[in-house]
């Protein structure tokens, strides 16, 4: 057994190991703090520990130990009830306060999936040139698993496992055909599929270069495309959203604007579109959110071959057009919220995303919550390595990779070279890390009951 797969077996065993504790105020290091769940999970982390020393370190594992978040707060859970938590009445004046959680994130070593040559991993898969070059699609039949993603201005299809997604079909990669808008870069992205017919519609990254060929200086913008045979050829069916500033302004100040990946939920009847927009006028919503009913986009796509209007969020309306508006920051701090993946989480009763964010270029990744879409908080530290980390993707592990639970993957492109100012495509892996969650009671001064 090559060492990247011993490091990966142990991985999925262990999913837990030496924690660092965060509560809601400050953070604090150790080797046990108390939170790991029972006696089991605390011999498999001293085996995987012994293991670790008598077998040296293992070919695409990180070094650094696993970490945990930990952060207390008063569940409000409108989506669902939660872990032990009561469904909230239908009059919430008479409602009791909603009890004290203590919420525990455990965060896995490294795992590295695919690897560019510059890695110098020999164990580790290939990874293609420039793929994943953005938020990851994911669709699940049966134990089989599709990938798409944006692949060097395009998009490539893999076929595989959460494992090893690297099957990818040969070297050519897919051009989204009769492109709408005149886009130098068109590649995607997240998926959705239509359950009636089957039909798949692909949020994808576009970009429009200064001078046409300047791809250092761009204006991005979010588009749809549709695919009636699984994802092997797509077709445009236009933009959807586009940042407040305007191309020529973005090409004479020679500042260009990443709107992100086209990560996206379906909350009620619509599908919810979050990007990083900025304003003409000044200043950036970086995190920021549009919206159209599903109902719409897939009647405009599968019988009209165009794409819905969408709408943005702004000063609490949704009134802003999704093609040029204005949009309101969803995070009080409007802090860095980039290249994210969200998802419904069924263990929390919440949504959740994982986004990177500051320094540049050696980012870091970071947890938030929501209980409407709309109002993101709890943002806490997940993953700060010396490497640039990019490109988020959430897994589930159930049938719906959308959908996630107590355990699931969050995917990312890590590099050192680009850490430095280098060119990730040279030396980056797409890694993961397992995702564990555990809620229990917790009293107001935040000490377990």
């Not at 100012?421 to 000490?447: M, Q, W, Y």
Request: aromatic letters at 10%.
């Amino acid at each position: 057994m090559s060492a990247a797969r011993l490091c990966r077996r142990w991985s999925n065993v262990l999913k837990l190991g030496t924690p660092v504790a965060l509560d809601a105020q400050s953070v604090v290091g150790g080797t046990d703090d108390g939170l790991i769940p029972d006696a089991l999970t605390r011999r498999l982390t001293l085996w995987f520990m012994v293991s670790v020393l008598l077998l040296g370190p293992l070919s695409g594992c990180t070094k650094a130990p696993v970490d945990r978040l930990t952060f207390i707060r008063q569940d409000d859970s409108r989506n669902g009830p939660g872990v032990g938590i009561p469904a909230p009445p239908s009059d919430p004046g008479r409602a009791p306060r909603p009890p004290y959680r203590r919420v525990t994130v455990s965060v896995g070593p490294q795992e590295t999936i695919l690897a560019a040559p510059g890695a110098n991993l020999p164990d580790v898969p290939p990874k293609p040139y420039a793929w994943p070059d953005g938020t990851m699609g994911i669709l699940k039949s049966g134990a089989t698993y599709t990938f798409f993603a944006a692949n060097d201005g395009n998009l490539r299809r893999c076929i595989g496992t959460l494992e090893n997604p690297g099957r990818c079909g040969g070297s050519a990669s897919i051009r989204i055909r009769n492109l709408q808008a005149n886009l130098n870069y068109a590649g995607g992205g997240p998926v959705y599929r239509d359950p009636a017919t089957g039909t798949l519609l692909m949020f994808y990254h576009g970009e429009r270069y200064k001078d046409g060929t300047d791809w250092l200086v761009f204006h991005s913008s979010l588009g749809l495309a549709k695919s009636s045979d699984g994802g092997a050829t797509w077709v445009d069916l236009g933009e959807i959203l586009t940042p407040n500033i305007t191309p020529e302004t973005v090409f004479a100040g020679k500042s260009p604007w990443d709107v992100g990946g086209g990560a996206h939920l379906i909350i009620g009847d619509h599908f919810h579109v979050y990007f990083r927009d900025r304003m003409l006028a000044g200043g950036t919503a970086e995190l920021a959110v549009a919206r159209a009913r599903v109902a719409d986009v897939v009647e405009a796509a599968i019988v009209r071959d165009t794409a819905a209007p969408w709408r943005k969020y702004h000063n609490g309306t949704w009134d802003e057009a999704g093609l040029g508006g204005r949009s309101s920051p969803l995070e009080a701090a409007n802090a860095l919220s980039a290249w994210l993946a969200v998802s419904y989480n069924t263990y929390l009763g919440r949504y959740v995303m994982v986004a990177f964010g500051r320094p540049w270029p050696a980012t870091n990744l970071y947890w938030l919550e929501s209980v409407d879409g709309l109002t993101w908080t709890d943002r806490k530290l997940l993953v700060d390595d010396a490497h640039q980390k990019v490109y988020v993707t959430l897994a589930g592990l159930g049938d719906d990779p959308r959908v996630t639970d107590q355990s699931f993957y969050v995917y990312y492109v890590s590099s050192a070279k680009a850490a430095t100012g280098g060119n990730r495509n040279l030396d980056g892996v797409l890694a993961r890390r397992l995702i564990t969650l555990f809620v229990g009671p917790a009293s107001r001064s935040g000490e377990t009951e």
